[in-house]
């Protein structure tokens, strides 16, 4: 087989650096494999570690610092057919070390090989997660505060069902690569190399030392038997075979027209106004309460009316991470054209159910125009502002506070303003089954006679 090294783009390291030595093993295991260049992904990091992809005649990925072994997940994933090799240093390591242990937990069949030399060698010398204590580093002290992690140790505890570690300057460097790529499921290989651009220039580190210091590590036999597992693409892919397929996405027939002007445009026409508004056939409507009212309930009921109108429907909610308490609002756009920006510019409906959600939503009310039609509960404090105001008492029409939002909805749809009572009926039906449906139908048909 011939080489996979990319002769315009040649391995250009510090003279005695490791890597060189890992590009070679790794050259040769791809041709002892007898794999083709379109086999085999190359996902590279941050760092020296991160030339590797330049360097092979293979599709390549070069991604962000610890963030290899995401974006390999990804390419695994769409392609399971390929040999996906990722290249991290121990500075990528530490960086994305909660990657490194969600892909020993998920077994997925990638090859992780991790250019150890114990430092930062790209950016200074800095200590890393490797680092040993009594090293010297350009990071001062900091090495001396920390223990270093044993990376096959710890990605082992966390599930990997291959972890080996190697010399960089091993003979045997190729097999161990080959086998770490054959295996069914996450590989990792620890490569102890020597960083002679900035660690050395301190440290005494040389093949020699790094064969006597792997020979006094740990044993790591046990983890393939706690580990083994099926891998997990397969075990996903099979898994997923065996559940009842999802079912389309709901399909809603335009049924109806939305209200128009009587110049034939889609706009509000309504009772409350003197003048017709001009909206020119996009509505934008923001319903403003706190938690419990359905606020996010009712936007989406919105949405659905205007949908079998045949109109394009977008919802923006705001509350907080509470559940129980706080504001609600919910920000709707209506529109025959698609929509861009869900921005809402020029309301032409606000309805202020609460005060939490007004105050949220204070500044709108100032630039509100005399066409706005702005619905409030009667304890509702709102700003002044330029829109034509409706007050209504829904507590004293003995209707309960979760379902304001839903009788405003009534209100619009009773004046033909933004929907009509056919869309929005026929929005409850695709929303709602059964009893529940009976009871917000009832709702909104009782809400006719009490207006």
Not at 100 to 126: A, E, I, P, W
Not at 181 to 205: E, M, P, S, W
Not at 219 to 245: D, F, I, V, W
Not at 383 to 410: H, M, N, Y
């Amino acid at each position: 087989m011939p080489s996979f090294l990319n002769a315009k783009r040649p391995p250009v390291f510090c003279p005695g650096c490791s890597h060189s030595q890992v590009v070679n093993a790794l050259d040769k295991t791809f041709q002892n494999m007898g794999l083709a260049g379109e086999q085999i992904v190359i996902v590279s990091d941050i760092g020296c570690s991160g030339l590797f992809d330049t360097f092979f005649n293979t599709h390549a990925f070069h991604g962000l610092h610890g963030r290899a072994l995401t974006y390999a997940a990804g390419i695994k994933f769409a392609r399971p057919d390929l040999h996906v090799i990722v290249t991290m240093g121990d500075g990528g390591l530490g960086i994305g070390g909660a990657h490194v242990l969600s892909t020993c937990r998920r077994n997925l069949d990638l090859t992780l090989l991790v250019l150890n030399n114990f430092n930062y060698g790209m950016t200074g010398g800095q200590c890393s997660a490797t680092t040993p204590e009594e090293a010297r580093v350009g990071s001062g002290f900091l090495n001396r505060l920390e223990k270093p992690i044993d990376a096959c140790q710890v990605m082992g505890i966390a599930g990997a069902g291959y972890v080996t570690r190697a010399s960089a300057y091993t003979k045997t460097l190729p097999a161990t690569l080959e086998a770490a790529i054959r295996f069914d499921g996450f590989a990792a290989v620890d490569i102890h190399g020597v960083c002679t651009g900035r660690y050395t220039k301190q440290n005494k580190l040389t093949p020699k030392t790094i064969k006597a210091s792997l020979e006094e590590m740990p044993s790591l036999e046990s983890y393939s038997a706690l580990n083994a597992r099926k891998e997990y693409g397969r075990h996903y892919r099979e898994t997923a075979s065996q559940l009842k397929p999802v079912a389309s996405p709901h399909h809603i027939e335009t049924q109806f027209e939305p209200p128009r002007t009587d110049d034939g445009r889609s706009c509000q026409k309504s009772d409350f106004l003197e003048e017709k508004p001009d909206f020119s056939g996009r509505q934008e409507v923001v319903i403003m309460g706190s938690a419990g009212q359905r606020i996010i309930t009712a936007g989406e009921i919105l949405c659905l009316a205007g949908i079998t109108a045949g109109q394009h429907a977008s919802q923006k909610n705001d509350y907080p991470i509470t559940v129980l308490r706080g504001h609600s609002v919910s920000e709707l756009i209506l529109s025959e054209e698609k929509i861009g920006y869900t921005g809402i510019e020029t309301p032409c409906a606000v309805i202020a159910l609460a005060q939490e959600g007004v105050n949220r939503r204070r500044a709108m009310f100032g630039h509100l125009p005399p066409e706005t039609l702005v619905i409030k509960n009667k304890d509702v404090d709102i700003p002044s502002c330029a829109g034509k105001i409706v007050e209504t008492d829904f507590k004293a029409d003995r209707i309960k506070s979760q379902d304001w939002a839903l009788a405003a909805l009534a209100l619009l749809a009773h004046r033909n303003m933004v929907i009509s009572m056919d869309m929005l009926e026929a929005a409850l039906k695709i929303r709602f089954k059964g009893k529940v449906l009976e009871n917000v139908l009832t709702l909104v048909t009782l809400y006719r006679t009490i207006l």
